[in-house]
């Protein structure tokens, strides 16, 4: 069965938004907090918004510039599709480091009573949850349009 390529262009094309949405977000927010910030702990955290959301800002627009090129054919629309599952799943293995990082920064500060290094931490938490939330669902919804129910594996 081949899968629909319409709905995979749709798919790519709201997973683009979502990210440059939450990129912007992240952007104006982090610098309203790093503007705002009275603490060390909250400045931290912005900077951490404001960072992640450069880095997923660069990402959102490769993927827009990816879905706004001419209709391709088959073939190389179901190719983008695989590149893009693979990276997703990379980016899986990724989003565990980060959650981990960004724990391992907090218990640092707790023990080194670093209210900065708790900041960092949870920054990086927060958006490394995300992308962890993100790529999965993504990824769950791409692996459905390429590989239907009742479909036989592929060799």
């Known amino acids: 069965m081949i899968p629909d ?3 995979l262009r749709s798919l790519r094309w709201r997973m683009t938004r979502v990210l440059l949405w939450f990129s912007i977000g992240s952007i104006v927010g982090g610098t309203a907090i790093v503007l705002l910030s009275q603490e060390g702990w909250a400045d931290a955290i912005g900077w951490q918004f404001a960072i992640w959301g ?3 800002l660069v990402f959102a627009l490769m993927g827009v510039r990816q879905c706004s090129r001419a209709k391709q054919g088959l073939l190389d629309d179901l190719a983008e599709a695989e590149s893009l599952r693979k990276s997703l799943r990379f ?3 990724l989003n565990w480091l980060w959650v981990a990082l960004g724990t391992v920064l907090i218990a640092w500060g707790a023990a080194t009573a670093s209210t ?7 920054g990086v938490l927060l958006q490394g949850g995300f992308l962890f939330f993100f790529d999965r669902l993504f990824l769950r ?3 459905r349009l390429l590989d239907p129910p009742g479909q036989l594996e592929r060799v």
Not at 116 to 122: A, E, Q, S
């Open 141 to 143: 919804k791409l692996s």
């Open 116 to 122: 900065t290094l708790v900041g960092h931490g949870i």
């Open 54 to 56: 450069g880095i997923d």
């Open 91 to 93: 980016n899986g293995g």
């Open 5 to 7: 390529i319409a709905q």
